[in-house]
């Protein structure tokens, strides 16, 4: 097995790989995302008793994945510039609540697009340097069970923060008297205290890493030097995620199919569901697959990973074929999804710590942030409008066509070395 290039390795070799930053870490990204993924849950429902359109959610949400994308290839180049990577993961983590606040705060568009805007960037700010933090404190050795750990608490925050969102929406029904708006502003001010306990948690519970900072480092001449291996590995990866569809996606074809059998919102509920499912799924097998990557190879466990994401695509596609309408087929298609996600979010950062130098991890894994939210966002709009204005087969067809070229390149990058 070829050796990687320049690996980030940890100024010290810790003997645990369960140490205070994984869980610290751990606990602050189940915090973090049980503060926005319950404003994700319900803020269809809050633009529309607003009286805004669909085109209105599909605009915020796009332009907040774009400011994140671009953010993440920012942040990590500053914090490798200043070797101040807490400090600007703790403002990240501050930022969330912060946009609760203004969204719950909307009585219109602009300040609801404001306030997602605001939690992404913390988002796209936080991401690739927490994700730094974590895989400079533990071994190479043990990085795949320490990111799935990570990975693993991260998506309870996005497995909980739905449902408890969705059970107090229907609790807050009573409270809303003539203003239909005011269940939602409940639940969306409710979701600013796990954001500001996450705030707390980066703060008390990671210890901040010994970072030397690089003055001389210049943002596109890091960009340059970063390893002729890696830059193979982004392409695959971008390939990869302009196939790699948001699975809002996956709920709405799940609705769509399931409509003639249970009715709409019958259908719509069981789709919710379906999405918990995929979650829990994540949860589930996050830690055993960065377990089997520690002792089989990160990069090759990866392109087992994308070979189920090309998998969950083409399992749609023959859904629409064949206009399946049963739940338990449906379960098989999330459960395969949740199955590559787990591998997905697990690995990919795993993988450039190998192939980059310790004082250019944070602008790698920025990079990689970079050009997997752009793809992802180009994938998520090509595949609606294709659904759109040619077919589901036509939008979803695509997708497994280009996830399928993504993992080919992919096992390109694994054989060449």
């Known amino acids: 097995?070829?050796?990687?290039?320049?690996?980030?390795?940890?100024?010290?070799?810790?003997?645990?790989?369960?140490?205070?930053?994984?869980?610290?870490?751990?606990?602050?990204?189940?915090?973090?995302?049980?503060?926005?993924?319950?404003?994700?849950?319900?803020?269809?429902?809050?633009?529309?008793?607003?009286?805004?359109?669909?085109?209105?959610?599909?605009?915020?949400?796009g332009i907040a994945d774009a400011v994140a994308s671009f953010t993440r290839m920012v942040a990590g180049h500053i914090a490798d510039k200043l070797g101040h990577r807490k400090l600007l993961v703790l403002v990240g983590y501050a930022l969330t609540p912060v946009g609760q606040a203004l969204i719950a705060l909307a009585a219109g568009w602009p300040l609801i697009l404001l306030g997602r805007m605001v939690s992404w960037f913390g988002k796209g700010l936080r991401g690739p340097l927490r994700d730094a933090i974590v895989l400079q404190a533990v071994h190479p050795h043990t990085r795949g069970r320490a990111f799935g750990f990570h990975r693993a608490t991260d998506t309870i925050g996005a497995v909980l923060g739905p449902l408890l969102g969705v059970a107090l929406l229907g609790w807050a029904q009573g409270l809303n008297g003539a203003d239909l708006s005011l269940p939602f502003r409940f639940v969306l001010w409710l979701s600013v205290i796990p954001g500001v306990l996450a705030v707390l948690a980066i703060f008390l519970l990671v210890p901040d890493p010994e970072q030397s900072p690089t003055p001389a480092l210049k943002f596109f001449h890091s960009l340059r030097t970063l390893p002729a291996r890696f830059k193979r590995y982004l392409v695959a990866v971008g390939l990869f995620g302009c196939g790699d569809f948001s699975h809002s996606l996956l709920i709405l074809a799940a609705t769509h199919l399931l409509t003639d059998s249970l009715g709409v919102v019958r259908a719509a509920q069981v789709a919710g569901l379906l999405y918990v499912l995929r979650n829990i799924v994540q949860v589930a097998a996050s830690f055993p697959v960065g377990l089997l990557a520690d002792r089989c190879g990160h990069l090759k466990t990866l392109v087992a990973g994308y070979v189920l994401g090309t998998l969950t695509a083409v399992l749609v596609v023959l859904a629409f074929v064949f206009q399946v309408h049963t739940v338990p087929m449906f379960a098989g298609i999330f459960l395969v999804a949740g199955l590559y996600m787990a591998v997905q979010e697990a690995l990919e950062s795993t993988v450039t710590a190998e192939m980059v130098a310790a004082d250019t991890l944070a602008t790698g894994i920025g990079a990689l942030g970079t050009v997997n939210g752009t793809a992802r966002f180009v994938s998520s709009t090509a595949v609606g409008l294709l659904w759109t204005g040619v077919s589901p087969l036509a939008g979803f067809g695509g997708a497994a066509a280009l996830m399928a070229a993504g993992t080919a390149a992919l096992l390109a990058v694994d054989k060449r070395g």
């Open 1 to 61: 097995m070829a050796q990687p290039e320049n690996p980030a390795t940890p100024s010290t070799e810790p003997d645990r790989w369960l140490n205070r930053t994984v869980v610290g870490a751990g606990i602050t990204s189940a915090l973090g995302d049980f503060c926005y993924e319950t404003t994700t849950v319900i803020l269809p429902g809050f633009l529309a008793v607003l009286g805004l359109p669909a085109a209105v959610l599909g605009t915020i949400e």
